[in-house]
């Protein structure tokens, strides 16, 4: 049997996105999707238009999101909430507190970069983003490029955003604790997003995977954009010995700012079993 295209994970104009969610859905289609998840940071305010035009495709659509959590000494984890439901008081009220984070820390993220020489920073990733509560990095990556201080995003996170560099300021998201029972409240099903992006040793992630799963997580992403070949066979290891669902995920963000577009990774190893079979 042909395998299912997948993609459950992807960003629009709603949060760092630069597709509204409409236009996503129908890039997704056109590029083959048969299910498609939208999982904008911290909001849920893209899932209506998401699923109104995918209903016009006849494309299954689930709703999504992806909430950043703090873990261990500042690091920053994303914990992708698959089928949540997104009239869920306690889910809603959650991201909306985990939102409010971000105006603040956005200021802060502007006076280091003044200091290092990039002026007018909060300004202009406010421009991008379009709503305080919503300003993240990535806003500020397309207004340093935009000012002629890195060639492309992926090099702004290099020289300016990543930890360690002078953009970078520490913030506290949500607990582990927190994403999970919001997730598992809106009767969704908790995913450990691309999890080969945190620099965490081995001994640290499977502390992270065991936590994640006696709190009642139950998947990860196998493929992810953002891993390379060695690490899916990593992290398929990890989903066997952890008996974890797999899942398959482009976190997609724009054309030309994404390590891959919508519905354009490979199949899942074919032992594990796939997230969507719980969906
Ligand atoms: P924030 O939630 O404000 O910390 O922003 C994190 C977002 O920045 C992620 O969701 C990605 O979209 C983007 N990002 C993080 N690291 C990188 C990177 N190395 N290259 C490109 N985008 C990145
Ligand atoms: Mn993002
Ligand atoms: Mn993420
Ligand atoms: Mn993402």
Known sequence: MKPLNADLHCHSTV??????????VRRAHGNGVELLALTDHDELGGLAEARAAADELSLRFVDGVEISISWG???????????????????????QQVR?????????????????????????AL?????????????????IVEQGHAKDVKSVFDY???????????????????????????????????????????????????AFKELGGRGIEVLSGAHKDEEVREFARIAREFGFLAS??????????SWIDLGKMPDLPADLTPVWTQL
């Open 248 to 257: 398959r995920a482009s976190d997609f963000h724009g054309p030309g700012e």
């Open 127 to 143: 421009r991008h983003a379009g709503n305080p509560a919503m300003v993240s990095r990535s806003h500020f990556a397309r207004y």
């Open 160 to 210: 300016w955003l990543a930890k360690g560099k002078p953009g970078y300021v520490e913030h506290c998201w949500a607990s582990l604790e927190e994403a999970l029972r919001w997730i598992i409240g809106a009767g969704g099903i908790g995913v450990i997003a691309h999890p080969g992006r945190y620099r965490l040793s081995r001994t640290e992630r499977h502390e992270l995977f065991g």
């Open 100 to 124: 409010s984070g971000r105006d603040a820390r956005a200021g802060r993220m502007a006076a280091e970069l003044d200091k290092a020489g990039i002026h007018g920073a909060y300004e202009g």
């Open 15 to 24: 949060s760092d996105g630069l597709l509204a969610p409409g236009d996503l």
């Open 73 to 95: 000494d500042d690091q920053t984890v994303h914990i992708v909430g698959l089928a949540i439901d997104p009239a869920n008081p306690a889910l809603a009220e959650g991201l």
